[in-house]
Each structure stands twice: as C-alpha cells, then as structure tokens.
C-alpha cells in the first residue's frame, strides 16, 4: 500500500516491529532508518552509502549485499536467534540513539542552515 502516514502513527507503527527492513536500491539520506534508532529498533539495510554511514553491521542492524538471498540470510539470522535484537536495542540505545537524536545533530543543522 502506498499512502501517506500521518506523523503521529509514526510511534506506533515502529513500535510494533522488532526490527525495521529498508531493502531500498538506492539512498541519499533515511529518515526511516533514523526514525528506526529514535524508536530503539534495528534494522536490516542494503549495503548503500546513505546506509553504511549510519550503521554499525552485526551491532545496530545488518547490512545486506543488493541481492534477495543476502536479505533473506540476515532476515534469517535474527529470526533463528532472537537475542540478536536486544543485543541491537541495548546498542542503539547505547550508542546509536545519542549520536542520531534530533538533540545531537539539531545544532549541526542549524549550523548547516545558516
């Protein structure tokens, strides 16, 4: 389905995930991806620029080579060991929320902005 969400479902609809899949084939910036740290989630990406910079493969989430066998195989790693994602959670919270939270970089956008 393609249609817009409103910001306040934002929560509630990542809250109800254990981890967040971005299987994009091209990336500038990811505000999903962001969102997913700012929700203490990990997510599964592929292995892009816009991606690798942010994360912290086999910490904060997986990264994936551009094809489905690579997805699947990092979607089934978590899936056979469920410990994976609060390893992620206490990580992300740890080091991933604090360095991506819209307290840590709103300076550097101002900054930017002017």
């Known amino acids: 389905i393609n249609e817009f969400i409103d910001y306040k479902?934002?929560?509630t609809l990542?809250?109800?995930n254990d981890v967040i899949v971005l299987p994009y084939k091209q990336v500038t910036q990811c505000g999903p991806l962001l969102i997913?740290?700012?929700e203490n989630i990990p997510v599964i990406c592929n292995r892009l620029e816009g991606f690798t910079e942010y994360v912290d493969?086999?910490?904060s989430g997986f990264l994936f080579d551009e094809t489905a066998k690579s997805l699947s195989e990092r979607m089934e790693m978590i899936i056979d060991n469920p410990s994976?994602?609060?390893d992620m959670n206490e990580y992300i919270r740890?080091?991933?929320f604090q360095k991506f939270s819209i307290a840590s970089l709103s300076q550097e956008y101002l900054y930017n902005l002017k």
């Open 36 to 38: 997913a740290y700012s």
């Open 94 to 96: 740890i080091n991933s």
């Open 84 to 86: 994976l994602i609060k």
């Open 57 to 59: 493969d086999g910490s």
């Open 14 to 16: 990542y809250s109800q």
């Open 9 to 11: 479902e934002i929560h």
